[in-house]
Every structure is written in C-alpha cells, then in structure tokens.
C-alpha cells in the first residue's frame, strides 16, 4: 500500500496506516512547485553576500562564523556528521517510518529550501525498506529532534546504519541493495533535515495510536469485568450521561451497553441486587475512561496539526520574499500532547487495575472463589498476576509526571529553554506496553470469572471475546506458569484482535 501525504491535510488515519501497516508513502505531486521556488530562493541566497543563518553561516553559538561558498556543502555534511551523537536502543522501525514521513509532511510545505531530489530520496527508502537506525536517546527537543534526525539524514548522505532485508548494514551499502543512491547535500538542505520535531512527534502519534487501541479495549474488559463480579449496569445508563454531556463519558457507556446486552448473568440478578453500589471502578467506568478517551481526542487534534506543520529552521517565506530564522522547532506542543497523553494512559490503567483487585478478592467479588481458582490454598490462582498489575500501576503513576516543565540550557545557553519533547513522547512507549498488560491480566481474569457463572453465559459479544481467548489461553484450573499467559493475552490486546473478535465498532478517535 501507498499512501499519498498532502501537506497541512494528511489525517492520522492516513499516518496509523503507516504505523501499524508499514504502508509506503509519497508526497503528492502539487507540492512539487512551491518545494522547488523555495529552493530557488535559498540558491539566491547562497550567491549573495547577505548573513543567512545555515546557508552561509555556522550553527547554534557559531552563527556568526560567515562560510564560503565553495564550502557550503561540506558544511552540511560536516553538519549532518557532528549532529550523530545519538545513543541507546534504535527506534522501533514503525517509528522510524513515521519520522520519515513526517519529514516528507514538514518538507513538502515548500518552506524548507530543499531539492526535490531530497523528497525522491526518502520516498524511495520507505518504498524498498532502507530504514536508517536511529539511537532513541539525544534530543532535549530544542532546536528540533537534532541528533535523532541526524542520524536519519546520514544514510542519506551514504553515511551511519540501515536495516535492509532483516540485515543492519552501513548506509551507503544498504543505498546500493535497494538500488538508490545518496543524495549531495546542497545550502540549507541538511539543516532542513535535521531541524524539526519528527522524531517527538513520530513517538507521540505511536504513543497516541497504542493509548486510543487500549482505551477501547478497556470498554471491552471492564464489560467483562463487570458481568463476572455480577456488577450493575444501571450506571451505564444513557440518561446519566447525557446529563453530564461528556463526549467520551457519553460513548464509552453506550459502548460497554452493547457489549453486554443480552447477557444471561446480568438478567439473573437485575431485580433484587444485594449491591445497590458496585465500587468506583465498576461504577465509574465511563467517567474515567471516557475522559481519558476525551483528553485522546484533544492531542490528536494538536498532533496532526504538528504532523503537518513546517518545523525546521530558518523557514523560506516565498511570497514575502525572505528566508527568516525563528523557532517552529519547539516541541512544547508536542511534549505538552504528550504529558497529557501520560496522564490518560496512568488513569486508565489504574482503574482496571482496581478491577482486578475486585475480582480477585473474595470479599468483594461477589461469591467468586479467592483470586479465581477452584482450589484455593493448593492453588493460588491470580494472586501473584494481581501483584504484578500493581506493579505495572505504580510504574506508570511515576512515569506520568510531567516532562514538558523540565527544561534544561544547551548549546552554550543559545537553547536556553528546551521542551523535553522527546522525553516525554518515549516514555509512552514503556506506558502502553505497562497498560496492555494490565489489561491482559483484566482480560484473563474476567474471562476466568465469567466462565465461573456456568450455567449462566455472558452476552454474545463477550461470549465470542471469550471464546477467542480460549483458543490461545486455557482456563486456569491449576497452578500453572503463567509469565507466558500474560504475554499471550497482552498481545491480543496490543495487536487489536481483542477488539476484533468483539465484531462490533469501537468508539473513533476524532
């Protein structure tokens, strides 16, 4: 599949695409013009005598270092090749895809002064799968994600490592496998490309994409969740939400109203409940979650506003006729989005995790059997799945403290107020992972209490999420090694087949 990425209106469908799907992308062909009269005016530039900050000067505390013309492409190479300081664990490949689109995005508003052999080029990498590797850890997003995109730039240039074919290899032999060629860069060009905030962005979207998966799932859970404590679905209903007027609150109870209509255990104890009030975290499902949902919504919007802006430095304002310096590279935006996306993800974690709590006791599930195994004492069923759950909240509460207020000087005080964008986009990836675990151990759980109620059954919705469980977990009759289980059930959720097997439509993220 090959999409085609319009500046200022690619969506983040268009994106998840290229994220879950590997599609490839291409800009689209209209932008072509307006790509190649900024890179005219950036030539201009480079035969006058003007200062212009990266055409014909140095970097950072060096701008006011003047370069000569004949050197002005060993100056951005120089540039690309002093900026590769990246460290630590390569960015996961459907990340590094994203980058790489997002800079296709961010060029291809004609602002950048690039050729369009550079938007060739990084077409033709994700076309045949040369993925640069790019070290997670070096940017305070300031001046842009410096050190991640420079890396990304250098197997450009014929410089640093690939993956191509399962194999990482070094740039320039990964170019020639796939038949392509390193570029030359020319005035402007490598700062374009390593000026921006793709590498944060590109996180955030993964991370935004994985919490918005989750979120849904977790209706799905929490419905099961609710069916094997016997809870009551009097709070899902629409009127109490409707006077609220929550968009997210108002669609998570019509959702988990669904997945449980027609349930046999819910019918069997709605007159007469012995409860009149289950605890929060059954009763209060659809408020939390459904904020968090909302909070989702809101940084989707704010992403994809960022996935299509220009945000390298200094910017070519063609038909005002000047190419001027300024700050589009800030990732305050995005490490805003994404400490906001922290909080939704910790929340709704924590919720399920009180679930599990729930039904694991037998002093508040309702007639369940201690930590949900037929033998208690010989066999300890859930106890220590519990614990870990616990674990998972407890990390993901920490890691929910905001970054975006933890600024940091640079470059000799010129970056004097750095945005730790970048820091705060990685962390969701360790967060959605902690997340789909919990959810997993939620899933196993109310799958086991469920199935407890024998002779009654769930809904037909929940039955089959039920039965499509089963085929890759057992019920957990004995004691069992269980690490393998969880990793099992952590994966249906992450790779959506939870939300499949449910064969109903998930609440959309816009």
Partial sequence: MTLTLHPQHTSLDDLAQIYWHEAAAVLAREARPKVEEAAERIAAAVAGEAAVYGVNTGFGKLANVKIAREDTSTLQRNLILSHCCGVGDPVERPIVRLMMALKLLSLGRGASGVCWSIIILLEDMMRTGVIPVIPAQGSVGASGDLAPLAHMAAVMIGEGRAEFGGEIMPGAKALEKAGLKPVELGAKEGLALINGT?????????GLFSAWRSACSSLVTSALSTDAIMGSTQPLQPEIHALRGHQGQIEAAQTMRAYMAGSQIRESHRDGDARVQDPYCIRCQPQVTGAAMDLLRQVARTLEIEANAATDNPLVLVEANLIVSG???????????????????????????RRIALMVDPTLSFDLPPFLTPEPGLNSGFMIAEVTTAALMSENKHLANPCSTDSTPTSANQEDHVSMAAHAARRLVVMNDNLVRILGV???????????????????TLSNVVKNLREKIPALKQDRYLADDLEIAAQILKSGDLLRSTGMTSPVLK
Wanted: charged share 10%; net charge negative; proline share 4%.
């Fill in 442 to 460: 939620e899933l196993l759980c109310a799958a086991q209490g469920i199935e407890m109620r024998a002779p009654l059954v769930t809904s037909v």
């Fill in 198 to 206: 793709q590498f944060s962005c590109a996180y955030a979207l993964a």
């Fill in 327 to 353: 700050g589009n590279f800030h990732g305050e935006p995005v490490a805003f989005a994404a400490d906001i996306m922290a909080l939704a993800i910790a929340e709704i974690g924590s919720i399920a995790q």
